[in-house]
């Protein structure tokens, strides 16, 4: 029987940064749906979903909703909470009137885009209701539109939101349900000041609920002063069974984040893996350096559209993905059995998050390796990680270049040696021993070469150190992750030099920000087409409509056709050679229309 709170293509539950736990109510004694008191359209809408059996936080919050009480929640994330407020919230909206009648609080933007994915997925057959996300870090323009055209429910970041208020575009005083979901978050992330001057300039008549993972007292606070004799509703725990997966974790400095990930993507005998971070920033970046590294990897988030999400799952299904870069929201409800391996490329918040995170492998049987990068700083989670889910996280060592390129060695090995019982070499070994004899070189000798050159080893590259080296010249994604502000804004920054001084030669795209295109998906339509490896591939710098891309060795008249009429994003890449003198600050002078002007350029440094 389908549960509210665990249909990942629905999205009727809850998609936070959090952890997806599972809630199960028996059909023959549980209460269902029908018999929550919801209105006849709103249950139609619910039966449509091919939903019927609520999870205890539903069960007990509806009711106490419809009947217009205020109420405080404590539950973790993935019990249902976005149907436990939405479903009551629709029942109260005027659709028939353009007022904005309810407001959702959310602590990230992904949060808010899938909050409000999910309570319009609610919305009864024909229903003129309009349920409008905003958040920071997209332009105001279409958020403003919608306001102006009529949003009977709002869901937003509380900075944003703010901002709404100020441009005098959206008006509380009109508004009869208010939502704080995932409270404690937003007092976390330095939201109070904001949430108390929107609360506060909100009707006293208004209707409120609060969700939150835990009561600390700053939230209690909240609850006593704006809500009116609140019912108070605890869900207890739930628990995700890991003992299936091998948990480790190793101490890596932010700096070398994307070098250690890629390592021990290049050791793991896993079939595959996924990489979890928290921003959708971070994701196309480490998605795109792995990339770029040779590693087949693609990358998924709460702003990439759900039908472009399930091709990229069906991939990694089918096994021509080997390595998915993921948000928690992205990933929820993710279940793959190839999947060998999870790494934390930042440690979650939650303990609940970490649980669902690691449960992504270990599935069907199968046994799984989860690998936690902690800074120096981070120790004191991994303790708090260990005491609430009862496991002991032990400490690893990291692959040094020489453990990745031994372990090159033996993949080659294993396949060399499967190619020999597939089937005769007679021709092969003519050609190799006529070779020998004619120069005179031993044949030991030119296996080993032929073994190295299938492993990368072309005898120009420098021997390295066996130890993890502590540079990296990428930019620091975790640093920067702590440095954004507080709706995920963070600033980009552009490349430390000009392509020019490497003597790289640089190609103009017709592909740039107004297209949403990513790093990760030139690099791949580059190599994809122009049968390039990532590591040929320079800086890319990204601007409004177009993208300048440095390719050092460049490429010959057939790969320019080939990458030319490739597509990224719906429009052909029409690659040539730039000509156009820079700019200062080092940036190109492109065509000198609006796109382009205002656009800082996105960068990414190989």
Same mark, same amino acid.
Not at 129 to 156: D, H, K, M, W
Not at 293 to 299: D, E, F, I, K, Y
């Given at each position: ?6 249909? /990942? ?32 359209? !709103? ?66 933007? @992904?949060?808010? !885009? ?10 009864p057959s024909g229903s003129r209701a309009t349920v409008l996300p905003i958040y920071g870090g997209a332009s105001f323009v279409p958020q403003l539109r919608g306001l102006e055209r009529g949003a009977q429910v709002v869901v937003g970041t509380p900075g944003r939101v703010m901002d709404m208020i100020e ?11 208010? #939502? ?17 001057? &929107? ?42 069974? !890991?003992?299936?997966? @091998?948990?480790?974790?190793? #101490? ?90 999870? #790494?934390n490329f930042d440690v979650p918040r939650e303990v609940e998050t970490y649980v669902h995170r690691i449960g992504r492998t270990g599935r069907a049987g199968r046994t799984g390796v989860a690998l936690t990068f902690l800074t120096p700083k981070e120790k004191p989670r991994l303790r708090t990680i260990e005491r609430v889910t009862g496991s002991t996280l032990v @400490? ?129 339509? !580059? ?23 440095? &390719? ?38 492109? /065509? ?15």
């Amino acid at each position: 029987m389908p549960d509210l709170a665990d249909s /990942p293509a629905r999205t009727p539950a809850d998609t936070s940064s959090e952890a997806e736990t599972s809630v199960e109510t028996s059909v023959e004694t549980g209460p269902t749906f029908a018999g929550l008191g919801l209105p006849a359209d !709103i249950m139609a809408a619910v039966d449509a979903l091919g939903f019927t059996t609520p999870t205890p936080i539903q069960s007990r919050a509806i009711p106490a909703l419809l009947a217009g009480r205020d109420i405080v929640g404590v539950a973790q994330t993935g019990t249902g909470k976005t149907a436990a407020f939405g479903l009551p919230m629709l029942a109260a909206v005027d659709g028939s009137s353009r007022e904005t009648q309810a407001l959702v609080l959310t602590p990230t933007r @992904e949060l808010a !885009i899938q909050v409000a994915d999910a309570i319009s997925s609610f919305l009864p057959s024909g229903s003129r209701a309009t349920v409008l996300p905003i958040y920071g870090g997209a332009s105001f323009v279409p958020q403003l539109r919608g306001l102006e055209r009529g949003a009977q429910v709002v869901v937003g970041t509380p900075g944003r939101v703010m901002d709404m208020i100020e441009r005098r575009a959206l008006n509380l005083s009109t508004l009869r349900f208010v #939502v704080l979901d995932e409270a404690d978050e937003m007092l976390r992330m330095g939201f109070a000041e904001d949430v108390e001057t &929107i609360l506060a300039g909100t009707p006293k008549s208004k209707q409120v609920a609060l969700f939150s993972a835990t009561m600390p007292a700053a939230i209690r606070a909240v609850a006593n002063t704006h809500l009116s004799n609140p019912v108070e509703i605890s869900i207890a725990r739930q628990s995700t069974p !890991i003992g299936s997966v @091998e948990q480790r974790y190793a #101490v890596v400095p932010f700096r070398n984040k994307t070098e250690a990930v890629a390592r021990v993507l290049a050791t793991s005998d896993a079939e595959a893996a996924i990489v979890f971070v928290r921003t959708r920033e971070t994701a196309e970046e480490v998605g795109a350096a792995l990339s770029a590294m040779g590693v087949n990897a693609a990358s998924i988030s709460g702003d990439v559209a759900q039908r472009d999400r399930e091709k990229i799952v069906d991939r990694l299904r089918a096994g021509t993905l080997d390595v998915l870069v993921a948000t928690d929201v992205a990933a929820r409800g993710l279940d793959v059995e190839r999947i060998g391996l999870v #790494v934390n490329f930042d440690v979650p918040r939650e303990v609940e998050t970490y649980v669902h995170r690691i449960g992504r492998t270990g599935r069907a049987g199968r046994t799984g390796v989860a690998l936690t990068f902690l800074t120096p700083k981070e120790k004191p989670r991994l303790r708090t990680i260990e005491r609430v889910t009862g496991s002991t996280l032990v @400490e690893t060592r990291l692959p040094s270049r020489a453990d990745v390129f031994t372990h090159r060695l033996g993949a080659a090995l294993g396949s060399a040696q499967a190619r020999i019982g597939a089937s005769p070499l007679a021709t092969t070994r003519a050609q190799l021993v006529a070779h020998c004899e004619e120069t005179g070189t031993d044949i030991l000798d030119v296996a080993a070469a032929l073994l190295a050159l299938a492993v990368g080893d072309d005898g120009v590259t420098r021997e390295v150190p066996e130890e993890f080296a502590l540079r990296d010249d990428r930019r620091s994604y975790g640093e920067r992750e702590e440095r954004g502000d507080r709706d995920g804004r963070g600033r980009e920054r552009s490349g430390r030099r000009d392509s020019r001084e490497s003597g790289g030669n640089r190609y103009r795209i017709s592909v740039g920000h107004r297209d949403g295109v990513t790093p990760q998906g030139i690099v791949g339509a !580059i190599t994809g087409e122009g049968g390039l490896r990532g590591a040929e591939i320079g800086k890319i710098d990204i601007f409004g409509s177009f993208s300048i891309v440095e &390719i050092p060795l460049g490429i010959d008249a057939e790969a320019e056709r080939r990458i030319s009429a490739a597509k990224v994003a719906g429009r052909q890449l029409r690659i040539k050679a730039d000509s156009g003198p820079p700019s200062r600050g080092g940036r190109e002078a492109g /065509p000198r229309d609006r796109d382009d002007r205002p656009r800082r350029p996105r960068t990414f440094a190989h």
